[in-house]
């Protein structure tokens, strides 16, 4: 072939640089090109990846020896099928060799450097294996042995550069992607903490204030008549909301402590009702120290009396009872009150509880309404999580 022309040699390097954009583009998106057609991740990444080598391979063609050569001899239709043959051997052969050492677990255990070079050792040998087949196919008609090994060796260092390059760049970008989706699930997680502690923050405010307003109505009705009880109810609701504001953003408290909340709760309804109410509270010793959300326990001992003894009129006798049971907590409130209905449509005191068990114990818990053979309600919590510090 005789020496291109300097025309030539312009036309040669546009083409050339606008194949290496092509190439870069292709490199720079290679996470994203064709996912949403092509749904097998393999044979997606192996189409992108020879796209990449074939647009820079043809790039930085006429400085990997013998280019001239080769059109000269296979004319463009024939260095263009070759060119795409080759880049799809690197792409099945050495790419695909580089990208089972880098993922296979055994391999990871190397160290770092050991591991790299592992991985160069394969690009080079993969690389001159395929790049000596190649060459030998323009020159093996060529009687000049020093010209083939010449091309073979400058091809041979050129490809293993540019696959190393592309590898290299390919296992960036896959790192980079990697660490942004690290960071988004970090901040969707820290989002949904954020969440839950707003939600069970809000539950708080909502359920004191309520309990609040009924509690001052009853001292209010008892300072008219029993002076010496409204302080005792004074004292009792003052402890009461000491265990509520004195929390410590712990949204999780003891068995021992919201038995014993729950138990304020009831002595200040029993000094309203007196021999009108009566209460039994029976905790195995085993429970004592396991975790539950915060005034679980009070909403539905409230319910027990409103829906007992304020809607019936007649004397209430309520139970409270925790216990273990193989792996699970289980927390029976019982009471002597009108059965649950067949629908039952739970209140808000309810489904706080409700709310407080799906965010603290999400697919963890069972609530049964049961009203044989005797009424209550029986919370099973089978994720025990016992109290220490920082919970």
């Known amino acids: 072939m005789n020496e291109p022309t300097p025309l030539q040699y312009i036309i040669i390097v546009f083409c050339c640089l606008c194949l290496a954009v092509i190439g870069l583009f ?8 064709f996912k949403g057609r092509i749904k097998n991740e393999w044979l997606r990444q192996n189409l992108v990846v020879w796209l990449i080598i074939f647009f820079l391979a043809n790039s930085l063609s006429p400085i990997s020896g013998g280019f001239f050569y080769a059109i000269a001899k296979l004319k463009w239709g024939g260095f263009i099928a070759l060119q795409a043959f080759g880049c799809l051997l690197y792409t099945l052969i050495t790419y695909n060799i580089c990208r089972w050492l880098a993922n296979h677990k055994g391999l990871k255990k190397l160290s770092f450097a050991a591991h790299k070079l592992l991985i160069l050792a394969a690009i080079v040998i993969s690389s001159m294996i395929i790049q000596v087949g190649l060459i030998y196919m323009v020159y093996w008609d060529d009687k000049n042995l020093d010209t083939f090994l010449k091309y073979s060796g400058i091809s041979t260092i050129y490809t293993g550069a540019a696959i190393g390059l592309v590898y290299a760049v390919v296992n960036y970008l896959n790192l980079q992607q990697k660490i942004k989706f690290d960071e988004k699930e970090f901040e969707l997680v820290r989002l949904r903490e954020l969440k839950a502690k707003a939600e069970l923050d809000a539950l708080h405010s909502k ?3 309520h309990f609040l307003y009924n509690a001052l109505n009853s001292i209010a009705d008892l300072s008219i008549t029993d ?3 409204a302080r005792q109810m004074t004292v009792a609701l003052a402890d009461l909301f000491r265990y509520s504001i004195n929390y410590s953003q712990n949204n999780y408290s ?3 402590d919201e038995v014993s909340m729950t138990d304020v709760y009831l002595q200040i309804e029993k000094i309203r ?12 010793a085993d429970t004592n120290h396991y975790l539950v959300p915060r005034f679980i326990l009070q909403p539905l001992v409230e319910n027990a009396v409103k829906h007992g003894l304020k809607v019936t009129g007649q004397m209430s006798e309520i139970f409270l009872e925790t216990m273990i049971d193989g792996d699970k907590l289980i927390i029976n409130i019982a009471d002597n009150g009108p059965l649950f209905p067949g629908e039952l449509n739970p209140g808000y005191g309810v489904k706080s509880v409700y709310d407080k068990l799906d965010l603290l114990f999400p697919g963890n818990y069972e609530i049964h309404f049961i009203n044989q053979p005797r009424k209550q309600v029986s919370i099973h919590i089978h994720k025990l999580m016992k109290n220490e510090p920082g919970v």
């Open 26 to 33: 292709f490199l720079a998106n290679f996470g994203r090109m």
């Open 207 to 209: 359920v004191n204030p």
């Open 227 to 229: 002076g010496k009880k």
């Open 254 to 256: 003891t068995v021992r």
């Open 273 to 284: 009702f007196e021999d009108k109410l009566n209460y039994h509270v029976k905790v195995a």
